[in-house]
């Protein structure tokens, strides 16, 4: 087991987090749907977008996959990028991203998603980040509801369309 890192001590949470390897990916994959798809945001696994972000190693290529493992079991992910990585959207130079953030709904509301984020703000000061941002979607409740308790502010001037749609998503980011 590996030591607690700096996010888990601060929280007091017995999850451990750590990098995702190939192996997790099918089971990140399977956590990434559950959520999305169970919170209504897409019709099904073979839609464009859920698709894309199904592809785990893509993102891993291009920026570091976390997991949140409770008692062995993932139970959560997220992905961290520094601006320029090649997956980054919304990080400007000396920032901090990170997307896809998922939690299993069997696991919600017990500190996984809290704890991830803690660790990517870990990170981002170990790299002497400036500030933290991320995009969420427009009208996702717990999303919308969790970023502001976690310190993170609207930054509506950095929203951006969806490409060849009318939806905008919402940025959020948090100076450090």
Not at 20 to 39: F, H, M, N
Not at 66 to 90: K, N, P, W, Y
Not at 131 to 158: D, H
């Amino acid at each position: 087991m590996t030591e607690p890192s700096e996010a888990q001590r601060r929280h007091g949470t017995s999850l451990t987090i750590r990098e995702a390897s190939p192996e997790d990916y099918p089971e990140i994959v399977r956590i990434t749907e559950a959520a999305y798809l169970g919170a209504g945001y897409f019709e099904g696994p073979e839609h464009p977008y859920m698709r894309q972000i199904a592809d785990v190693s893509y993102r891993a290529a291009r920026g570091t996959v976390l997991v949140a493992e409770r008692d062995g079991r993932i139970v959560a992910s997220v992905t961290v990028m520094a601006h320029g990585d090649g997956f980054d959207q919304v990080a400007r130079p000396g920032e901090y991203e990170f997307r896809l953030l998922v939690v299993d709904p069997k696991a919600q509301r017990m500190g996984a998603a809290t704890a991830l984020v803690a660790e990517v703000e870990a990170r981002a000061r170990r790299a002497a980040a400036t500030a933290v941002v991320l995009t969420t979607g427009e009208g996702w409740e717990a999303p919308n509801a969790l970023y502001p308790t976690l310190g993170y502010e609207r930054a509506p001037e950095l929203d951006w369309p969806v490409p060849g749609t009318d939806i905008m998503l919402p940025v959020y980011i948090k100076r450090l």
